[in-house]
């Protein structure tokens, strides 16, 4: 029983514009989300986190957006390049990471 | 620094075969996890141990598989035998140590191929 939901397996999006990877999760205990991306032959690596007290983190190109009463997640890149396809997984704890499937974005120029 | 290393990276064998898979987490590392990567399921946790000891095993799928981790800088997976719907790449992964923010740090991964 997946806690951690990606319901769209694949995204593409225009050079420049901003790209929406949304995540569900059902578990109320989990208070640490994180996002990883993947590269083809590669293993994931980290990308962004945030913590259930707060509602945004942004790095860069990068937010991350947590609304604890819907349960719901998204991660908004702006403006997006072509680098930035990959798969994006969600991740949530406390313990061991739950991952959602993952988004396949395709970032075209 | 070295990150988290598995081998083989591909691994092609028959139905029935024992497959076993490494991996050596980063140094200073106290936490070790195997997931496993399909289409259909996406990155499933298998297993993971805190300090040696195995702390969650309810993802392994069947007794084929088990886990051993003798040390702090060395684990493996074993599946025997193995079947065709084993087929997936298998990663290990990594955390803990000073300013552990609850980050995991993956390796390559291992491709395997049930035939």
């Known amino acids: 029983d997946q806690q951690v939901k990606q319901n769209s397996p694949s995204l593409s999006v225009q050079e420049g514009r901003i790209s929406i990877l949304n995540c569900d999760y059902t578990?109320?205990?989990?208070?640490?989300f994180l996002w990883y991306k993947k590269y083809p032959a590669e293993g994931p690596t980290f990308l962004i986190s945030i913590s259930s007290i707060k509602d945004k983190n942004e790095d860069g190109r990068f937010t991350v957006f947590l609304n604890k009463s819907a349960k719901h997640l998204s991660l908004h890149i702006v403006p997006s390049q072509p680098g930035d396809s990959a798969v994006y997984f969600c991740?949530?704890?406390?313990?061991?990471?739950?991952f959602g499937k993952g988004t396949s974005l395709l970032v075209t120029p | 620094d070295a990150g988290v290393i598995q081998s083989p990276r591909h691994e092609v064998t028959e139905m029935g075969q024992e497959v076993t898979l490494r991996c050596k987490p980063i140094?200073?590392?106290?936490?070790l996890f195997w997931y496993r990567q399909t289409m259909m399921r996406g990155l499933e946790l298998l297993i993971y141990?805190?300090?040696?000891?195995?702390?969650?095993d309810s993802g392994m799928p069947e007794d084929r598989f088990s886990a051993k981790m003798p040390n702090a800088s060395f684990s493996t997976l074993k599946i025997q035998p193995s079947e065709p719907r084993d087929s997936a790449v298998y990663f290990c992964a990594s955390s803990g140590g000073q300013g552990n923010t609850g980050e995991l740090f993956f390796g390559e991964g291992s491709r395997l191929t049930v035939l």
């Open positions: 141990f805190n300090n040696n000891v195995p702390i969650d």
């Open positions: 578990n109320s205990m989990f208070d640490y």
């Open positions: 991740a949530a704890s406390p313990g061991a990471l739950n």
């Open positions: 140094s200073g590392h106290n936490s």
